[in-house]
């Protein structure tokens, strides 16, 4: 017999966990304990929020789980946001939550996250495919293997497990269990797909985020080439499909490149689409006159296919990346080569103060390191990059589209930095998002981190800002009375600073950075009045 607290730690250790995030109190002590016992480090975060989205963008770099822990009632209600992007996001986290005791249920208790008071278990429903509270000491077996079958299978997402303190120092009964693998099955129907590509005169595929989650960037790459099919990406499918390919046009929707909307302009009989749900975000800009005739869906999520446009369409349900491996198999009928719109350079759209932010994309690209790991955060400074980044190795670019916590991308390149000390992260975030979560700089710092924040700040929270401004004419709560120092800031919280205001400078300081070495934060100011690309809207 163990106690359970025990018991979980080292059934997480055998699951490949290495870093738990989190914050300390009394309800979960015992399970944060067992986890150093077990060779688990814990990392301690700076908010609950922000160590929810270290355990995520820690299980996006190890390609695993991931694992946080926060303590009953606020510091559960505290990681909801964290959970909610990472179901947006198909990330499978360990969400694990305290409760003062099970014994005591009922009666008046601090905390009390039961259902007689904050009811975590209710409350982590909507944003993750499983929640439960643990009642008893034998229940912890099986409903962790449960929640961790639920997080990997189908579209992987979040889970969360709350866990009485008197639960986990209670004893039970030894486990241990293999990595649950969830079945991967393919569509039949994807015989018809060969005959339809290749009768198509103006097809094109749409990449999301879907193929980050499956890993099938040679899968769509491969098909590309054999049915000489363009190929553009959602905003949140940037990085799935290299953008110096001669098939790429780049990102449609949302702050897209000019070459993919010129290409819908001209009209496309087939649209193929690949781990997308279509959400307004991705086909904004496409107009009902531009409509493709016919769609085939790859995608494990059947409920999100055939929504967004009208006309035939076939669902090829299943896992992406071995359906298309199913389709590679098949005898291809020849294609004719695509015929794409000439490359044209976006402008900068600026006042004329400052840094454009838009030129600041092309020193990256100039002297950002082809291996590294860009984790966008949300906001035009990402949008920016959608449009103008020219990412060259697929699985080293992500950006969520849909549910867009502010500040989620600096906890995700955070977690990615401990998961893969060696790898080079970069998180591209602004002034609002590190007003929200900056302080998560100082849990990189404390944890020896090495990873670059670069920090667009043009004091204000520019998507809303430039959206009032010419969709109303005027704007209120958009700008800072007093903006972000955040070179200041990162100081205070013991990263390498630097506030950066031309091209020159950008470039003189990016020269040496790499490899990175320790935590460092480029603040570049840019243009206030500059237009962003997310002004494209259907």
């Not at 982590?124 to 077996?141: L, N």
């Not at 006042?351 to 984790?375: K, Q, T």
Request: aromatic content about 8%; overall charge negative.
């Amino acid at each position: 017999m163990k106690r359970t607290a025990l018991l979980i730690a080292e059934q997480l250790y055998r699951w490949g966990i290495r870093h738990l995030f989190g914050i300390p109190g009394k309800p979960v002590v015992p399970f944060i304990l067992a986890a150093e016992d077990s060779g688990i480090t814990f990392v301690l975060s700076r908010h609950e929020g922000g160590a929810g989205y270290e355990a995520a963008g820690y299980a996006m770099q190890a390609r695993g789980l991931g694992a946080a822990v926060g303590t009953s009632g606020p510091g559960a209600t505290n990681m909801l946001t964290a959970a909610a992007q990472a179901k947006a996001s198909g990330i499978p986290v360990l969400f694990f939550t305290g409760h003062p005791s099970a014994a005591s249920t009922g009666k008046p208790q601090g905390q009390d996250s039961s259902a007689f008071g904050t009811d975590t278990e209710a409350l982590f429903k909507p944003v993750t495919k499983f929640s439960a509270q643990v009642e008893r000491a034998d229940q912890v077996g099986p409903m962790l293997l449960h929640a961790v079958k639920m997080a990997v299978e189908g579209v992987p997402g979040p889970v969360h497990l709350s866990i009485p303190a008197d639960v986990l120092m209670a004893e039970a009964e030894p486990f241990s269990y293999a990595m649950p693998q969830p079945d991967v099955t393919y569509s039949l129907r994807i015989n018809e797909f060969p005959t339809a590509a290749a009768s198509a005169k103006r097809p094109v595929l749409l990449l999301g985020k879907g193929v980050h989650t499956s890993s099938a960037y040679a899968e769509v790459r491969a098909c590309a080439e054999l049915y000489q099919l363009p190929v553009m990406t959602t905003p949140g499918g940037k990085g799935t499909f290299p953008d110096d390919h001669p098939l790429s046009l780049g990102a449609f929707g949302l702050g897209g490149t000019e070459r993919a909307h010129a290409y819908i302009e001209q009209g496309t009989d087939l649209l193929i689409v690949c781990g997308s749900s279509l959400s307004d975000m991705s086909v904004a800009g496409w107009k009902p006159e531009h409509y493709p005739e016919r769609i085939i869906h790859f995608d494990a999520r059947q409920h999100v296919t055939g929504m967004s446009f009208p006309g035939p369409s076939l669902t090829i349900a299943g896992d992406l990346r071995l359906n298309l491996q199913q389709l590679l198999r098949l005898e291809a009928v020849p294609a004719s080569p695509a015929d794409l719109p000439a490359v044209q350079q976006p402008e900068d759209r600026r006042g004329g103060r400052w840094l454009s932010a838009g030129s600041v994309m092309d020193v990256l690209n100039e002297r950002l390191p082809d291996r590294a790991f860009i984790y966008g955060d949300d906001g035009s400074h990402t949008f920016y990059a959608i449009q103008r980044y020219i990412v060259r190795e697929p699985g080293h670019f992500f950006f969520d589209d849909v549910f867009g916590a502010m500040g989620h991308g600096i906890g995700y390149a955070v977690g990615a930095a401990f998961a893969d000390p060696d790898a080079d992260i970069v998180c591209l975030t602004g002034d609002g998002c590190m007003f929200m979560h900056g302080a998560e700089v100082s849990t990189a710092v404390s944890g020896g981190a090495a990873l670059l924040f670069i920090v667009i700040n043009n004091q204000a929270l520019d998507m809303v800002d430039k959206g009032m401004k010419v969709n109303i004419g005027r704007a209120a709560g958009t700008t800072y009375e007093k903006p972000l120092h955040a070179t200041s800031f990162a100081e205070s919280l013991g990263a390498d600073a630097y506030r950066i205001d031309s091209e020159d400078g950008l470039r003189s300081v990016m020269k040496n950075l790499f490899p990175l070495k320790q935590t460092t934060v480029l603040e570049v100011m840019t243009d206030p009045d500059e237009i962003p690309p997310t002004m494209r809207r259907g």
